[in-house]
């Protein structure tokens, strides 16, 4: 990838016009929108009001239609058509741009109005729903506790089943694993929840609590590991394995000695991620667990909080002040997840020399 | 990277009595069993679900497809699927019509127009809207959206109002079916934009520059080169897309007002969809309840098990191609 094909389709598209063709200036685009926004700020005075968005509307279309039509009168149909589509393809792009920011911009700002220190450190014990105050020390313990132990249980067995795809699997068992991990990965977290109720509480009679919550993420954790971890195996030179295999080192201490420790960076990347994933999860543990208002650091007894399930309670009580609780608790829940995200990336960095 | 590399086998030392090594045979069977782990799992979730759903199936005074209604716990039980399955899927057609051109439109841009210097980054930042958890696009959804909706669903009403979906005919545009819709959108972009981008990557560099070299637009160039190369791949995104609108839980239950009844007008206070109304009724129910939720949440997983299956097939079935650009 030395040359970029933008450039190629540049110098192309530069030479076959400067030798052959009219084509419209450098700067058609800018005048275009000038022309655009001359016409829409007519139509707005002539018109009823518009309003903001609607002018915007007005105005992007009249920019299509002035390009277009332009680059059709001097350039041509299919510089035209090609004019369009950039338009189009950019404008796209520009949309789910603008919902990104939108998004991330409303809870920052929105959360940091209510966020206090005093949020991080007291629970909901004893603050009634129309009060101010309180905060989500349960749900932060809660969370960490959950997905903790749903990372203890789903990273062993996905590493193992990742290695039997890898550096085991032959013929039509591990098609199959291969085929059901793809399809896990797009089970609905509602499910996932739903059948570890009516696993472990009613079949085996177990009360609801932390524990069946981090079951139920274990599921959802299970073939993101084994995808990720899968990816990284493969990429462990053959030259590694073959080089042990003449030392007369037997098979499976090649894998856990050399192919293992070789990944080894890749693999909690992808821990990481899968966590980063699960830890916003809120529907499997709202079926789980439900919700708590105190703190309960016993993840085996009774329901515990969790930071998902403390923005949806908060939300259903619907008070200014618990909306406001709302916006902190989701903002905290941002954090937490680009700090696991941000984690992987530094155990990315720190490791990568180590797999060259 | 998808070239399966398939590793020698360890040499079997034969040694005269033994065959195979003690800690081999012990690892293999280990990975092994954790290979048949996964199928297991999927197994059981099916095979729990069907067995808890039964005595909601056996009292049920309702059809289970056709009756609109939700009294589970009443006596005699009266419920059925009917306006569940309705809001699932006119809120995820919906979303989809909304986000795969804009998906699409989002790899292509990253993929053939962005400079090569910050197309990466442009995906990651794409990527980062599927790290945001689904209780804030609810939250941002019902707090935020909702109060920007009126314009649009207005305008909708006011112009395209003789479409019967699109008529409002209460007056009251909050809490629909459109809004949920738009937040889904939002929400399967990346799944969507993703997969596209890296099939559309794999489109041997050979074609592309054999299209322009014979005088291509760069449009003409995606439109003969990387759209017939990566269609299986972008349906099959389509397919993960549809897979997560379709058991999207706590976004939906948080925006729609959770009607039991099937209302064509989706700009209107309605809709609910099996994922959500597990998660609103989950505390409330009592024994057949709970049964009559679990057997709503098993036709969820068979619907999505058979959705992500086809996407799942069709990859598997161009996978061949999926190693031309090495």
Known sequence: MSVTDRDDAEVLEGLSSQLAMKTLPRFAAGYSALIAAALTAVIVALTPAQGIAGSLVILFLLYMVVQTGWSFAVEGRRFAVDRLATTLVTTMFMIALAALVWIITSVVIRGLSSFSVDFLTSTMRNVSPLREGGGLLHALVGTLEQVGMAALIAVPISILVAIYLVEYGRGKLSTWVTFFVDVM?????????????????????????????????????????????????????????????????????????????????????????????????????????????????????????????????????????????????????????????GLARLVAKLTAPASE | MSTDLKPL????????????????????????????????????????????????????????????????????????????????????????????????????????????RIATSLGFIIDVLAAVPSIIYGLWGLQVLMLHMDGITKWLNDYLGFIPLFRNEIG?????IFIASVVLAIMILPTISALSREVFLQVPRSHREASLALGATRWEMIRMAV??????????ATMLGLGRALGETIAVALILSAAFEINWHITEPSGNTFAANIALKWNEAGPIGLSALIASGLILFIITLVVNMIARAIIAKHKEFSGANG
């Open chain 1, 185 to 341: 990965t797009g089970v609905p977290s509602i499910v996932a929840g739903l059948f570890i109720y009516t696993f472990w509480v009613l079949t085996f009679g177990f009360e609801r609590s932390g524990f069946a919550a981090s079951l139920a993420l274990t599921i959802l954790m299970i073939p993101v590991i084994v995808r990720s971890t899968e990816e990284m195996l493969k990429i462990v030179p053959n030259d590694l394995r073959e080089a042990s295999y003449a030392l007369g080192v037997p098979k499976w201490k090649t894998i856990l000695r050399i192919v293992i420790p070789t990944a080894f960076g890749g693999i909690v990347t992808g821990i990481m991620l899968s966590i980063a994933r699960v830890a916003g999860e809120t529907a499997p543990l709202l079926l789980t667990t439900f919700l708590s208002q105190s703190m309960n650091g016993n993840l085996m007894a009774g329901p515990q909080a969790s930071i998902p399930t403390f923005v949806w309670d908060q939300i259903s009580s619907g008070t200014p002040a618990s909306i406001d609780r709302a916006w902190a608790g989701a903002l905290v829940l941002i954090l937490v997840v680009v700090i696991f995200y």
């Open chain 2, 172 to 176: 009251i545009y909050t809490k629909s």
């Open chain 2, 9 to 116: 086998d360890a040499p079997t030392p034969r040694v005269q009595g033994s065959s195979v090594r003690m800690g081999d045979r012990v690892f293999t069977n280990l990975t092994r069993l954790a290979g048949i782990f996964v199928l297991v799992l999927m197994a059981a979730i099916g095979a729990f679900l069907v067995w808890k759903a039964i005595p909601a199936f056996r009292d049920n005074t309702g059809n289970f497809f056709t009756t609109q209604e939700w009294f589970p716990d009443a006596s005699p039980p009266f419920f059925g699927i009917a306006a569940l399955a309705f809001g699932t899927a006119i809120s995820s057609v919906v979303a989809m019509v909304i986000a795969v051109p804009v998906a699409i439109g989002t790899a292509l841009f990253i993929g053939f127009y962005a400079s090569r």
């Open chain 2, 227 to 236: 759209i017939p190369f990566g269609r299986p791949g972008v349906i099959s």
